[in-house]
């Protein structure tokens, strides 16, 4: 049985068409799930910081019990604290600008911990304090995950930009719409640690 050229050249066609199909599939597919492990390691993110800042409130009022004329100083937290949660972003939207104003807002919040931690040495009771040295040690904790979950988040990112600009899936890429997503950095003068005295 011997096939004719029309039919050769027609499973050709189909067998290139359905190799094509195999590939389009699976890096559509393959950029999907990056950008959704973008998505739930900024979910991550957002989750270390809310953690941060349900703790604000036990820490401030510890404090306040024993200082309570630092009130410009409380009352400076406790904005930070709601500007800070105010701010939020949609990962599969983040622009510069709005994850500079992200890192902005908590940056703010940062120093008013700071400012905070700095009136706590002026309290000796306080620093023997045990639901202080608990809420200390939690934040302090906080802190470490937040680091931990903004570097997972920027892996993800890396390998989720590599993928969208490497040939041939750029081509994809550009057909549906994928774009870069943004890293999350370092403002400038974070190479210098912030002086928080416990």
């Known amino acids: 049985m011997k096939l004719s050229k029309g039919i050769i050249a027609l499973l050709v066609v189909l067998g290139v068409v359905l190799i094509t199909f195999m590939w389009a599939k699976n890096g559509y597919n393959r950029m999907v799930g990056n950008e959704e ?4 390691a900024w979910s991550q993110v957002e989750n270390v910081y809310q953690r941060r800042a349900d703790l604000i ?9 024993y200082a309570s004329h630092e009130r410009e100083t409380l009352e400076g937290v406790v904005n930070a604290r709601a ?6 972003i949609d990962p599969a939207n983040m622009t510069q600008a709005q994850m500079a104003n992200f890192q902005q807002t908590q940056g703010e919040l940062s120093q008013a911990l700071g400012r905070l931690m700095v009136v706590v040495e002026r309290y000796p009771d306080l620093k023997a304090n045990q639901n202080f040295l608990e809420l200390q040690a939690q934040l302090e904790g906080t802190e470490n995950r937040i680091t931990v979950e903004r570097q997972k988040y920027n892996e993800v990112v890396r390998v989720y930009n590599t993928n969208i600009r490497r040939f041939p899936s750029n081509i994809l890429a550009g057909i549906f719409g994928f774009e870069r997503k943004i890293n999350f950095e370092a403002k400038e003068g974070a190479d210098v640690a912030p002086v928080v005295q416990f």
């Not at 409130?57 to 019990?65: I, S």
Request: overall charge positive.
């Open 83 to 88: 500007k800070a949660t105010q701010t939020t």
């Open 37 to 40: 492990q973008v998505t739930t």
């Open 57 to 65: 409130p036990n820490l401030v009022a510890t404090v306040q019990g």
